[in-house]
């Protein structure tokens, strides 16, 4: 497997408050993600990074900041959790071969994060 | 930006009969294409990928592809449905800085 650690797996936390989840890679890998899974939308991209301090909006990125400060190390903070942002988020990297050939993802084991 | 669209969200299907995914995509560039499994509370695992260069494509377990930029389609098979295969399966797009999008996903159900 993949050397993907999400962190943490299982988060219960009030409306309103932080919430940081981290996801750690010893494959020095170039490009990270953050997806949330939800039922019926498959996974939704809500930022990736291609590198240190490099990164992207993705599809519904409202509500998500991310940081990269080391190659390894990837976090997704909602700034003031909402019911809405009640869902399991998967980590994911990959390699880069080239400007035109992507390589796969690597998926980390997602973390259930449940606002009430 | 690229889109996939998953053309059935549930597929049943009898153990030992063929299995036909469905999988059109939306791409500016050429792009790579890629299927994965997710079981029941578990995480996700490659099937196969498509990455420009040959059409066919054969992955894990028996799953294949079909690459046909014609018909923008990625349609995964197999010719015959175990009932480990049940499970969620996602087609992904990705073309340029690897921004790989996912379908909705097609849960496939495999009765005895």
């Known amino acids: 497997d993949a050397g993907i650690t999400q962190s943490p797996r299982h988060k219960v936390t009030e409306t309103g408050t932080p919430v940081t989840l981290r996801c750690h890679q010893t494959?020095?890998?170039?490009?990270m993600y953050w997806y949330r899974q939800d039922p019926g939308h498959g996974l939704r991209l809500i930022h990736y990074?291609?590198?240190?301090?490099?990164?992207d909006k993705g599809e519904v990125s409202d509500g998500y900041s991310v940081s990269r400060s080391k190659t390894e190390d990837f976090l997704l903070t909602l700034e003031s959790a909402t019911s809405s942002q009640t869902s399991v988020y998967f980590c994911?990297?990959?390699?880069?071969?080239?400007?035109?050939?992507?390589?796969?993802?690597?998926f980390g084991q997602g973390t259930r994060l449940t606002v009430v | 930006a690229q889109s996939v669209t998953q053309l059935d969200s549930h597929v049943s299907v009898s153990e030992g009969t063929p299995v036909l995914l469905r999988c059109n995509y939306s791409?500016?560039?050429?792009?790579?294409l890629f299927w994965y499994v997710q079981h029941p509370n578990k995480g996700l695992q490659l099937l196969l990928k498509?990455?420009?260069?040959?059409?066919l494509v054969k992955g894990i377990n028996g799953f294949e592809a079909e690459f046909k930029k014609s018909e923008t389609s990625f349609h995964l098979t197999k010719p015959s449905a175990h009932m480990s295969d049940a499970a969620e399966y996602f087609c992904?797009?990705?073309?340029?800085?690897?921004?790989?999008?996912f379908g909705a996903g097609t849960r496939l159900t495999v009765k005895p």
């Open positions: 994911a990297i990959s390699a880069s071969q080239g400007a035109r050939v992507n390589t796969e993802a690597f």
């Open positions: 494959e020095n890998h170039r490009y």
């Open positions: 990074s291609y590198g240190v301090k490099d990164t």
């Open positions: 791409s500016s560039y050429s792009p790579s």
């Open positions: 498509y990455t420009s260069a040959a059409t």
């Open positions: 992904v797009v990705s073309d340029r800085n690897n921004d790989m999008r």
